[in-house]
Each structure stands twice: as C-alpha cells, then as structure tokens.
C-alpha cells in the first residue's frame, strides 16, 4: 500500500461525509441559498491567500531543487483556483473593500494556523501532505457529485463551481502531487507514516468544518 492509500484509507468516512453535507448537496441538487455560498465563496478566497502560503514554504523546505520548483509552480496554479472564485465574487457583487474587510473565520483560521504551522515546522513530505487534504478533496466531492447528479455541471450558477474541480488538468495536478509524496515517502518507518496520517486527518476534519462553518455562515 502507497503512503497515499493509506492516507485516503484512514479518512475515507469523513470524505463520504462532504457529499452527504447539506452545503455540498445544495451545489450539488443546485437549492443552496445564495447567501450561504456568498459567505462560503469570501471566506474560501481568504482561505487560498493563505493555502497559498504554504507551497511558498514548501519551496524553502524542499531538499532538493526538483521539489522546490514543483512548490513554486503550485503557487501560481492558485490563480486558477482563485479565477473560479473570482467569477463568482462578480456575480455576488463582491467588492474589493468588502473582501479586505471580511474578518477569517475562526473556524478557517484554525484550519489555516495549523497547516502553516506544519509547513514552518516540519518538512517538505508533511507540509505536502497537509496541503492534499483541500486539493484532493475537492476532485473526489466533484466526481460524486456528478455521478449522483450528472446535471449539476449544467447548473446556470453552481455549475462552473463543479466544472472547474471537475476538469482533467485539476486531476492532474493533484496526481503530480499524490505521486510525489509517495516518492518522497517511500523510505518512511511506521511512525513516521502514523504522523502523516495524524496531519491528513486532521486537515480533513478541517474541511469537513469549513463545509459546516459555511452552512451555518459562522464567523
């Protein structure tokens, strides 16, 4: 079994869990009020700012120049990500001043003061794997989405939303990142993979947190 088996293994029911949550079953069935994604699309966009961060990081950490540049090419692949958010901000007539006002939700801050904290004070194989749980996740709720509602992408306000975690240059990107953690990984003793899987976890809770947090548009 691959470190990233492993990993998908020991959080495999909080991940059936995102697509059985109401705020993702609202993108999915297309009834999720507006407001509740407008308080979800601004504190995402604050939360990638700092997600950001951590590739950054990544590339001081990395021990040989190969991962460096892989870390640093992840930074501007955010803008991608970010171009979703962006489209919606727009539609949701969300302001730049409102965006600089908005204050991080605890529950996002939480999520992001850990994963920084690991990317600071571990390495480069544990800032990765607590940069994998948002990425990865993200494919693995989309792809369900549509194989419970193949309609969802044609959604005229949610369906770019699915579209953009759905497409195969995402998938691709995550898998560069899969197989490099194995690689990175390989020669790892049991508790050192124990860890890793300790950070997985948690980083997957977070998202499941986020995904409640954004619900109930908790601050």
């Known amino acids: 079994m691959t470190t990233t088996q492993r990993l998908m293994q020991a959080v495999a029911p909080i991940w059936d869990a995102y697509n059985t949550h109401p705020f993702v079953l609202g993108i999915q069935n297309g009834t999720l009020p507006q ?6 699309i601004l504190q995402d966009y604050l939360y990638l700012q700092d997600y950001s961060k951590a590739f950054a990081i990544g590339v001081a950490k990395a021990k040989s120049l190969e991962i460096a540049r ?3 090419q992840y930074i501007p692949v955010m803008d991608g990500e970010l171009d979703i958010h962006s489209g919606y901000l727009a539609k949701l007539n969300v302001t730049q001043q409102e965006l600089d006002q908005t204050p991080r939700a605890l529950d996002s801050l939480s999520y992001t003061s850990y994963m920084l904290r690991i990317a600071y004070e571990e390495g480069e194989a544990e800032a990765l794997t607590a940069i994998l749980a948002c990425a990865c996740s993200y494919q693995q709720i989309a792809q369900r ?8 992408v044609q959604n005229p306000f949610y369906g770019e939303w699915v579209q953009g975690y759905l497409s195969e240059g995402y998938a691709a990107s995550n898998q560069v990142l899969l197989d490099t953690l ?3 990984t390989a020669h790892y003793t049991e508790p050192q ?8 976890t948690a980083c997957s809770r ?8 954004s619900w109930q548009q908790k601050l």
């Open 35 to 40: 407001e509740k994604f407008r308080f979800y």
């Open 70 to 72: 892989l870390f640093a």
């Open 145 to 152: 989405m549509v194989a419970a509602r193949p309609e969802s």
């Open 182 to 184: 194995d690689r990175l």
């Open 193 to 200: 993979l124990a860890h890793l899987t300790d950070i997985f």
């Open 206 to 213: 977070y998202e499941l947190a986020f995904w409640e947090m």
